[in-house]
């Protein structure tokens, strides 16, 4: 009978042993699903985050594309108004000095009229 009870109390020392071990094992791998998942959720949101500021940045390199060619664009038709400018500067500048030359010639006949009429009044 004594050995039936020490086989008795050693049998149910490697049971609660055995129940101990299984409990701790199975704690730690519910700790390590519940870990796993958890770094799944964390990698799949930074993985989300990265998707969209991926697509932020190709939308963003898009528009300075596209303001880039509009400027270029504004960027050459000021200097076409430039050219323009400076052309009308210059045709300006041609009229006023052929207004100048004009009043002068203009100056020049009503001196020459009124020295004819003078001549005319004299002989009369």
């Known amino acids: 009978m004594n050995l039936k009870v020490e086989d008795t109390k050693e049998g149910l020392k490697k049971l609660i042993f055995n129940w101990i071990f299984l409990t701790i094992v199975f704690v730690v791998i519910l700790f390590l699903v ?5 770094y799944k959720h964390l990698w799949e949101k930074a993985e989300t985050k990265r998707k969209q500021l991926k697509a932020n940045l190709m939308d963003a390199e898009i528009l300075i594309k596209k303001y880039q060619i509009q400027l270029q ?18 045709d300006l500048k041609s009229v006023k000095s052929r207004n100048a030359q004009m009043r002068t ?20």
């Open 34 to 38: 519940f870990k796993m998942y958890y």
């Open 73 to 90: 664009r504004s960027l050459g038709n000021l200097e076409l108004l430039d050219d323009e400018v400076t052309k009308l500067k210059n």
């Open 105 to 124: 010639e203009n100056e020049q006949l009503k001196r020459k009229i009124r020295e004819l009429e003078n001549k005319i009044e004299a002989l009369l």
